[in-house]
């Protein structure tokens, strides 16, 4: 999972050949290019392709990527409660 620390995107990571104790939050640039991150974020994307009942997915896609992270964020943090519920639960 991913998670917004002290405003910084960290992600769970789980090192192979060691207990759940010694999970870390770690920033992007310590596993971008890391083939378990591609599952993740490919799992996501197709939850999120099949949940898509509302067709916001070629909405979506029109976003440039950061203007999409930044619409995310300011609903996560001045959107309401049902805005920060939802984006939990596709982050999760």
């Known amino acids: 999972g991913w998670r917004y620390i002290k405003g910084e995107c ?4 789980k090192w192979a050949g060691y207990g759940s104790e010694s999970n870390t939050w770690e920033p992007l640039q ?3 290019g890391n083939d378990k991150l591609q599952q993740f974020v490919t799992k996501i994307q ?6 898509d009942e509302a067709s916001l997915i ?11 992270k930044e619409h995310f964020l300011e609903k996560y943090w001045h959107g309401d ?9 596709v982050f999760k």
């Open 30 to 32: 310590n596993v971008a």
């Open 46 to 51: 197709m939850e999120l392709h099949n949940e």
């Open 58 to 68: 070629p909405r979506i896609m029109e976003f440039e990527q950061k203007k999409l």
């Open 10 to 13: 960290l992600y769970h990571v």
């Open 81 to 89: 409660e049902y805005d920060k519920l939802a984006l939990q639960r």
